[in-house]
């Protein structure tokens, strides 16, 4: 990472903090955004001054296209940040059937394109899905189809794109940042849940995720692959 500058849109806390803190302590720069001004202060504080930030929201154009003016290259991006709602599609309003796909994919979709312009020939690109992609978790079928195209978009740009290399990770439930903001119950059973479920027997940790991460921008010859740090969860 030498030299590297790494992008992480949703970079100030959990799976994105993680890639940031192990790319600055691999020698590289790392730009975080998010939406909460605090939340990314207090994230380059704690990285040091190999990190710089700048608030960005994913669902606005606008706020993208000037997050992407400010930042000289961009050498790997990583794009975590979505916010959204699942759940069954008798339940759910379109509007909220429709945020995965709103926040989570084309936030996604246009973070590529209008980083684009600052992209090397060997610059990596990881997008983040999930695997309930392949293996539903429960009735919440747009949520499971956004994560499935997160996946076709990895495997479509990598093949525009190329040289520029592009990859998703796709993770099952992550004990972290996400889910320590939900209510303990809610928590604790889809934990106990995940754990029968998974062959590895427990959720993951956000540092298992970012190293897979990190496995995708340092290899060189990985392009349209997509990485399921899921404890074996989608093999049950």
């Known amino acids: ?30 730009v975080i955004g998010g939406r909460t001004e605090a939340r990314l202060r207090a994230a380059a504080g704690e990285l040091g ?30 794009t975590p940040a979505a916010s ?15 945020s995965p796909f709103t926040s989570k994919f084309w936030g996604q979709y246009h973070a590529v394109r209008l980083a684009l312009p600052k992209l090397g020939a060997d610059a990596s690109i990881v997008l ?10 429960g009735p919440a079928p747009a949520y499971v189809a956004c994560n499935a195209a997160i996946e076709g978009l990895g495997r479509g740009l990598a093949v525009e794109l190329a040289p520029v290399r592009v990859n998703v990770v796709s993770p099952g439930t992550v004990d972290g940042n996400l889910w320590r903001q939900r209510p303990e119950e809610v928590r604790e059973s889809a934990f106990a ?26 290899n060189t010859y990985m392009t349209g692959s997509t990485l399921y740090p899921d404890g074996g969860y989608a093999l049950r």
């Not at 960005?56 to 992407?68: G, I, N, Y």
């Not at 540092?207 to 990190?214: C, L």
Request: no cysteine.
């Open 1 to 30: 990472m030498n030299g590297r500058t790494a992008v992480i849109i949703g970079g100030g806390s959990g799976i994105g903090l993680a890639v940031a803190g192990r790319v600055v302590a691999a020698g590289g720069r790392v």
């Open 193 to 218: 849940q995940y754990s029968r479920d998974a062959l590895l027997g427990r959720a993951g940790r956000e540092s298992e995720v970012a190293d897979a991460v990190m496995f995708l921008f340092a």
């Open 84 to 98: 959204y709602t699942t759940g069954p599609m008798r339940e759910l309003s379109d509007e909220a059937a429709a």
């Open 128 to 137: 983040m899905a999930g695997a309930a992609s392949v293996r539903p978790p």
């Open 49 to 78: 001054e190999a990190a710089s930030w700048r608030v960005v929201d994913t669902a606005d154009q606008a706020s993208l296209a000037a997050f992407f003016e400010a930042v000289e290259r961009v050498d790997h991006l990583f």
